[in-house]
């Protein structure tokens, strides 16, 4: 059973940067597809960026140039390392994997879900 653990969210200013890191157990598929998603108040869950086990990277239009996803295997942890934050970006921002490298940014094609972690951007 795939176990996902969101860490590193908390509240910043604008402009500054946050790290968050997702530490995954139980994952032992060779192709995979794993992503970082936000949800705001009121709004819909959203893709912030995916990676896939073949390395590629998708972001949404909003965090082009300011987030990167990435992957340690060696840890089994998935990063994102936001730069440049606005209030904008404030959301519960969730990890989430699935198998296969198909690797759409929708969230109803994801299986695995960590539980989420704050983030606040205050301006």
């Known amino acids: 059973q795939v176990q996902l653990v969101e860490s590193g969210g908390g509240s910043v200013q604008a402009g500054g940067s946050l790290r968050l890191s997702c530490a995954a157990s139980?994952?032992?598929?060779?192709?995979?597809?794993m992503g970082w998603f936000r949800q705001a108040p009121g709004k819909e869950r959203e893709g912030v960026a995916v990676?896939?086990?073949?390395?590629?990277?998708w972001y949404a239009d909003s965090v082009k140039g300011r987030f990167t996803i990435s992957n340690d295997n060696a840890k089994n942890t998935l990063y994102l390392q936001m730069n440049s934050l606005k209030p904008e970006d404030t959301a519960m921002y969730y990890c989430?994997?699935?198998?296969?490298?198909?690797?759409?940014?929708?969230?109803?094609?994801?299986?695995?879900w960590g539980q989420g972690t704050q983030v606040t951007v205050s301006s």
């Open positions: 989430a994997a699935k198998t296969g490298s198909l690797c759409p940014a929708e969230s109803q094609y994801f299986a695995a």
């Open positions: 990676f896939d086990s073949d390395g590629n990277t």
């Open positions: 139980g994952y032992t598929y060779s192709s995979y597809c």
